[in-house]
């Protein structure tokens, strides 16, 4: 291989490694983006025969960037469904809202924890993906209950089942039975408040002091987040690499806990990204002098 094409491949990697440096800095203000180092490895020609000569360099290439799922810092925002994970674990979405899933559904598992409810009570993203609780389905806060003898239900005087799928109802005080004398009257009560607890418990108040836990919230967990397909807009895929996401409620084994009203931001340090561009920049230049200081020699070779 010519000097030439060993160059060749340097500065097709230096302009690799500046992409990947590029989107970093672009991301600096995503939230839940995951900062990629580039990665490259050498290239080797081997001689198979009697000669002294074992192998010989042939360049550079690179393959595919390392993702860094370090926690990226915390922002208040107040929001009550903006959720950040502190510690390890990914929010897990499902398919649109309206959309049929495919069977089997593929799930999208994100660290931006964004989230709003639909005019259905949906917990969705931004993209419209479904926010998955507890068994991996949809959560789904009823917007309005009635409570008729301590029954909560819902307009048409269906019962409203928990996340432990059991019909929910007004607790005495005293007792923790059910309150039959609480009744809410023919107007439904209407959502005023959303809690989500550090344990995933998503806490309704409707009215004023009319509280349910609505549904609860799980995170999924890899052997090798390292592994996980980056899908774009802060989401992931599992992969063979990465092994099967392990389900679990916040603050169990090594899931991490729930933060809510703030959001997790961007892990990139604008000023690690600075000073790898300047080394990055060095590369390009060595290997730019490298390149004319070859067409320099070829030129003198044919005059």
Do not use: W
């Amino acid at each position: 291989m010519t000097m030439f094409s060993i160059i060749k491949t340097g500065l097709n990697a230096i302009n690799k490694d500046f992409a990947v440096l590029q989107n970093n800095i672009a991301n600096t203000s995503t939230n839940g983006f995951k900062r990629s180092e580039a990665q490259f490895e050498s290239m080797y020609f081997s001689q198979h025969n009697n000669s002294t000569e074992i192998a010989r360099g042939m360049g550079v290439k690179s393959i595919k960037p390392r993702q860094s799922f370090s926690q990226g810092s915390l922002q208040q925002t107040g929001g009550s469904l903006d959720l950040a994970i502190m510690g390890e674990g990914f929010f897990t979405l499902g398919s649109p809202v309206g959309r049929a899933a495919a069977a089997p559904e593929e799930f999208k598992y994100t660290r931006d924890g964004s989230f709003q409810l639909d005019r259905l009570g949906n917990i969705v993203n931004t993209d419209g993906l479904k926010l998955l609780g507890a068994g991996q389905v949809g959560i789904k806060i009823p917007v309005s209950v009635k409570v008729v003898s301590g029954n909560v239900v819902d307009e048409n005087g269906g019962p409203i089942v928990g996340p432990d799928g059991t019909a929910l109802f007004i607790p005495n005080k005293i007792t923790g039975e059910i309150d039959t004398s609480i009744n809410s009257g023919i107007i439904p009560m209407i959502i005023s408040q959303i809690n989500v607890t550090d344990s995933g418990n998503i806490d309704v108040t409707y009215d004023e002091n009319t509280t349910i836990t609505a549904a609860k919230l799980a995170l999924g967990d890899f052997t090798n987040e390292h592994g996980l397909q980056n899908l774009g807009n802060s989401t992931f895929s599992e992969t063979p690499e990465s092994g099967a996401p392990i389900f679990g409620l916040p603050k169990q084994n090594t899931i991490g806990k729930i933060l809510a009203g703030a959001l997790e931001k961007s892990n990139t340090d604008i000023t690690d990204e600075l000073v790898t561009m300047l080394r990055t920049q060095q590369a390009f230049n060595g290997c730019s002098k490298m390149l004319q200081s070859d067409l320099d020699t070829v030129k003198r070779l044919i005059s």
